[in-house]
């Protein structure tokens, strides 16, 4: 392939030397120091250009001491004064940092404690005067009790901190996190740990603390309608056929009343009471059988699981309010069945979240 360029011209005309002036003004303009008034410079002139550039050091100055003048002259954009602020001076309900991670020690129903990797969200309400907030002391308000034994208490001793130094009316700290619990085989006796996402938050609103725990509950769900279906196919045509089942997820909220502690074990229990068909860990042949009976005798529609999982968190004292959302993710259908479900009025909405169900997957 042949690639035609312009031929160079051996001289430079003077137009092309003004146009070059020009754009030299124009860095000097930007910060420049050297004076280009005159339009008839020389163009071997133009060299001295150069000379007065500032000489930047390009390493890293592993010498340099922080002292406190100079950390008192660095800038603060973030938390400068109201005549910086872009947009309308409104109140923003929640700014804050979302998913930095640390290790949390949780304790157990029984006894002993295990540590976790957590990830917290934690936001403040926003004056309509503030330009911002310094997001770092988020960070460490939480990592000075980060040490401590878990419990609410912790988060509430956080919170307090950061509510302080931020100037905030409302805040609250959300920490997520997935925990491990052993349970065994249907039949075979064999076990392993099934893992759940729990998530624990604290709500300061008007002065006003919620304490609330989120558990996603993974569920195998039989159709009672295509159960009924399959044995009316075996028995009026001595055809063979199979209900459709599927993988399902119930997140389920509760706000903690009372000083008596709902501990993780105790809302899985609730749930597994509520619908048995539990996803599996380990499963031998004769486990696979059981499962199938077990769902069989277990078929529930979406409705149904809501008001099962509502019946089971009503009869606990240590429980306020709750909502439940549950998907059934059809194995018949190409969408899924949905259901929501609210005690009380901290859940109530109007709207939906539109990603909300995409969701209520469970990740491998």
């Known amino acids: 392939m042949n690639i035609h360029t312009r031929k160079l011209e051996s001289e430079i005309s003077e137009s092309e030397v003004n146009e070059a002036l020009s754009v030299l003004k124009k860095w000097r303009d930007q910060g420049g120091e050297i004076d280009l008034s005159n339009e008839n410079i020389h163009p071997s002139e133009v060299t001295n250009l150069w000379v007065d550039y500032p000489k930047l050091n390009d390493k890293y100055p592993t010498e340099f ?6 950390k008192a002259s ?13 947009g309308s001076n409104q109140v923003i309900q929640h700014v804050g940092i979302s998913n930095f991670k640390l290790p949390i020690r949780y304790r157990l129903r029984g ?23 310094n997001m770092s002391r988020i960070i460490r308000s939480f990592y ?10 912790v988060i509430e001793a956080a919170l307090d901190d950061y509510k302080t130094d931020l100037e905030s009316f409302d805040a609250r700290i959300l920490m997520k996190f997935s925990f491990p619990m052993k349970v065994g085989s249907l039949r075979s006796n064999l076990s392993g740990y099934q893992y759940y996402d729990i998530s624990l ?13 989120h558990l996603d509950y993974v569920y195998s769900s039989t159709c009672p309608c295509s159960l009924e279906l399959s044995e009316h196919a075996r028995k009026s045509r001595g055809q063979l056929a199979t209900p459709h089942s599927q993988r399902s997820v119930a997140r389920i909220s509760v706000v903690l009343k009372g000083n008596d502690r709902l501990w993780f074990e105790d809302i899985i229990e609730h749930c597994r009471v509520a619908v048995p068909t539990e996803t599996q860990v380990m499963v031998k042949r004769e486990d696979e059988q059981a499962f199938a009976e077990l769902n069989a005798a277990n078929p529930i529609f979406v409705e149904d699981a809501a008001r099962l999982f509502c ?13 439940i959302i549950a998907s059934h993710q059809e194995s018949l259908h190409s969408h899924d069945a949905i259901s ?10 109007v709207s939906i979240d539109p990603y909300q169900f995409s969701t209520l997957v469970h990740r491998g």
């Open 311 to 323: 019946k089971n968190l009503k009869s606990d004292d240590r429980i306020g309010d709750f909502r």
């Open 74 to 86: 660095l800038p603060d954009l973030q938390n400068g004064p109201s005549s910086l602020i872009k």
């Open 201 to 213: 938050e604290l709500i300061d609103q008007d002065g006003l603390r919620t304490k609330v725990m």
């Open 65 to 70: 001491n922080l002292d406190a003048d100079y």
């Open 144 to 153: 000075k009790h980060s040490e401590e034994q878990f419990s609410f208490s």
């Open 111 to 133: 006894a002993g404690e295990r540590t976790l990797e957590t990830s917290v969200t934690g936001s403040v309400s926003l004056a309509a005067d503030k330009k911002g907030i």
């Open 340 to 349: 929501i479900l609210t005690e009380g009025s901290t859940f109530e909405t």
